[in-house]
């Protein structure tokens, strides 16, 4: 059963987007940076008010989701980002993503809804070797799902 030795590797991750009309098919993203692969940025989800009378009242708030990327200089997946970037540059408008990260060894998927390409680093930093390129989507929606056993 996935996660249930206590793994928390991510080297096994599968990374997929969709980005009609662009990308009409699951795209594989392939060689994520060593140190950071991806992360979101975390959101508030209450609006909290406290009333005079010392009575904490509550509500729910919609956020946008920002998720960052991070490809090694040489990943292949880079040019996927890079057609992204230039096909809405060319439009002159957007084009919306869907996707999917699963992480096998704790069992579980997000689904990834109605992204839209936000920051794009566009080329790598250069050093003593070129450095990982590190791309922006805020996402609609991120859903947890299990995975079947």
Do not use: C, H
Request: proline residues 6%; negative net charge; charged residues 10%.
């Amino acid at each position: 059963m996935p996660g249930s030795l206590g793994s928390i590797t991510s080297a096994n991750a599968v990374l997929t987007l969709v980005i009609p009309p662009i990308f009409t098919v699951p795209q594989q993203i392939q060689q994520f940076s060593a140190d950071n692969i991806f992360e979101t940025d975390e959101i508030e989800v209450a609006e909290t008010s406290m009333g005079v009378d010392g009575n904490l009242s509550g509500g729910l708030i919609y956020n946008e989701i920002a998720w960052n990327i991070t490809l090694q200089a040489n990943s292949p997946s880079n040019a996927l980002f890079d057609q992204w970037w230039q096909a809405q540059l060319a439009a002159q408008d957007v084009y919306a993503a869907s996707g999917i990260v699963t992480l096998k060894s704790i069992g579980t998927k997000w689904v990834m809804a109605n992204g839209f390409l936000k920051r794009v680093t566009t080329m790598p930093p250069g050093g003593r070797t070129l450095r990982p390129r590190r791309f922006g989507i805020v996402w609609n929606s991120v859903t947890a799902q299990a995975i079947p056993a």
